[in-house]
């Protein structure tokens, strides 16, 4: 499989880079790549794979799905979940965490417990290097009861078209660039936050839309939560994220209130947990968020959902990839001339091949899976 530079020697948490430790490669170039890398990796540890196949395809006209690989016993009531890009793009970094844990780790968990690996929760998104689905939709802003009016974001709507104009000519990004630069200024930068990413229902080819119906992800989730999830007892979710905070940190972030009882949960199980609702995060509080919804997936469980948001460039450099590539799904040709570098500007936003960087997210990961199994199997996992 060919990858994006070199390999990287990672030390897992307690040990020296001294030690003789596996390696993790560098993250893949494609979806294409990563996903057989994930399939390979499962099957050599063992898993129970199902793929879950998307009703379109790739830019290379190649076969997206959702692949679940799970291992444990199939009857297992304590479960743990990790899903790897509800934001597309995002599953570059996700995957390879996914991969290298079932290559080298997999032996570490519990013999009670079940550990289900989502690979690609957005394939689409993942494949074509967006951050959004096929519909442009947040997968992250469209977990709403759609029985209900979405809620307005109508400072958003008084700035659509500066943040998405209708051309990425150099004039226009300056002079659009600067219009923001000049709102954030006068409203603070995480009021600014708030407006742009919070989530909005009203421009179809804006940044962070949430969609007019549950999207394809969305549905299927549901369904196979329906399934897989209903006898389970004790559920942990891990939701694998880039794009906040600092480079290299990785933040675990919940959707509840702090006085909540999941978020209780999630405390025990990894102390540090910061709630998006609390003002105490990197994330702005969002609309549709899907880990708010989890004890609709599985309510006879005690669950405990976390984000794991690892941080890579400055919001203003993620804020212009996620710009230029709006532009360019709602203006341009996403297979035209100017469509590469324009997605290789949004994979540099979320997605960091630098070998420190994956170094840090590996150790983070491997320390936020290690406690999950640790508190899922009551004693400290085989090493």
Same mark, same amino acid.
């Given at each position: 499989?060919?990858?994006?530079?070199?390999?990287?020697?990672?030390?897992? !948490?307690?040990?020296?880079?001294?030690?003789?430790?596996?390696?993790?490669? #560098?993250?893949?170039?494609?979806?294409?790549?990563?996903?057989?890398?994930?399939?390979?990796?499962?099957?050599?540890?063992?898993?129970?794979?199902?793929?879950?196949?998307?009703?379109?395809?790739? !830019?290379?006209?190649?076969?997206?799905?959702?692949?679940?690989?799970?291992?444990?016993?199939?009857?297992?009531?304590?479960?743990?979940?990790?899903?790897?890009?509800?934001?597309?793009?995002?599953?570059?970094?996700?995957?390879?965490?996914?991969?290298?844990?079932?290559?080298?780790?997999?032996?570490?968990?519990?013999?009670?417990?079940?550990?289900?690996?989502?690979?690609?929760?957005?394939?689409?998104?993942? #494949?074509?290097?967006?951050?959004?689905?096929?519909?442009?939709?947040?997968?992250?802003?469209?977990?709403?009861?759609?029985?209900?009016?979405?809620?307005?974001?109508?400072?958003?709507?008084?700035?659509?078209?500066?943040?998405?104009?209708?051309?990425?000519?150099?004039?226009?990004?300056?002079?659009?660039?600067?219009?923001?630069?000049?709102?954030?200024?006068?409203?603070?930068?995480?009021?600014?936050?708030?407006?742009? &990413?919070?989530?909005?229902? &009203?421009?179809?080819?804006?940044?962070?839309?949430?969609?007019?119906?549950?999207?394809?992800?969305?549905?299927?989730?549901?369904?196979?939560?329906?399934?897989?999830?209903?006898?389970?007892?004790?559920?942990?979710?891990?939701?694998?994220?880039?794009?906040?905070? !600092?480079?290299?940190?990785?933040?675990?972030?919940? &959707?509840?209130?702090?006085?909540?009882?999941?978020?209780?949960?999630?405390?025990?199980?990894?102390?540090?947990?910061?709630?998006?609702?609390?003002?105490?995060?990197? &994330?702005?509080?969002?609309?549709?968020?899907?880990? #708010?919804?989890?004890?609709?997936?599985?309510?006879?469980?005690?669950?405990?959902?976390?984000?794991?948001?690892?941080?890579?460039?400055?919001?203003?450099?993620?804020?212009?990839?996620?710009?230029?590539?709006?532009?360019?799904?709602?203006?341009?040709?996403?297979?035209?001339?100017? #469509?590469?570098?324009?997605?290789?500007?949004?994979?540099?936003?979320?997605?960091?091949?630098?070998?420190?960087?994956?170094?840090?997210?590996?150790?983070?990961?491997?320390?936020?899976?290690?406690?999950?199994?640790?508190?899922?199997?009551?004693?400290?996992?085989?090493?």
């Amino acid at each position: 499989m060919s990858v994006r530079g070199p390999v990287v020697d990672i030390a897992c !948490p307690g040990t020296s880079h001294n030690d003789a430790m596996p390696q993790i490669a #560098a993250l893949s170039e494609t979806y294409i790549q990563a996903r057989q890398a994930f399939l390979n990796a499962a099957s050599s540890a063992g898993a129970r794979i199902e793929h879950h196949v998307h009703p379109l395809t790739g !830019p290379s006209g190649e076969e997206l799905a959702v692949d679940v690989a799970e291992l444990g016993p199939a009857g297992a009531t304590n479960v743990v979940v990790v899903f790897s890009a509800t934001h597309g793009v995002e599953g570059y970094c996700g995957s390879a965490l996914q991969r290298h844990w079932l290559d080298h780790h997999a032996s570490e968990l519990p013999d009670s417990v079940g550990l289900i690996m989502v690979h690609a929760l957005n394939p689409y998104g993942f #494949a074509w290097v967006r951050r959004v689905n096929e519909d442009n939709v947040d997968l992250n802003r469209n977990f709403l009861d759609w029985s209900q009016t979405p809620p307005a974001n109508t400072d958003y709507d008084r700035i659509a078209e500066l943040v998405v104009p209708g051309d990425w000519s150099e004039a226009t990004q300056a002079a659009s660039f600067t219009a923001l630069l000049e709102l954030a200024n006068e409203i603070g930068l995480d009021r600014m936050q708030g407006v742009v &990413s919070g989530g909005q229902y &009203s421009n179809p080819t804006g940044v962070f839309y949430g969609g007019a119906e549950p999207v394809w992800s969305h549905q299927w989730l549901r369904s196979w939560a329906t399934s897989r999830l209903a006898n389970v007892e004790q559920l942990t979710i891990i939701d694998l994220h880039t794009g906040l905070g !600092p480079s290299g940190h990785g933040e675990l972030i919940g &959707s509840e209130p702090t006085s909540s009882e999941m978020h209780r949960r999630a405390e025990q199980i990894w102390g540090d947990v910061r709630s998006m609702l609390d003002g105490d995060s990197v &994330s702005a509080a969002l609309s549709g968020d899907w880990l #708010a919804i989890v004890n609709e997936l599985a309510p006879h469980a005690a669950t405990a959902a976390v984000a794991l948001e690892f941080g890579t460039v400055d919001p203003i450099t993620v804020l212009q990839a996620l710009r230029a590539d709006a532009v360019l799904h709602a203006h341009g040709d996403p297979l035209g001339a100017e #469509a590469g570098d324009i997605r290789a500007q949004v994979r540099a936003a979320f997605a960091d091949d630098r070998p420190a960087w994956v170094a840090d997210v590996w150790s983070r990961f491997r320390e936020v899976l290690t406690q999950a199994l640790t508190h899922a199997g009551g004693a400290r996992p085989r090493q």
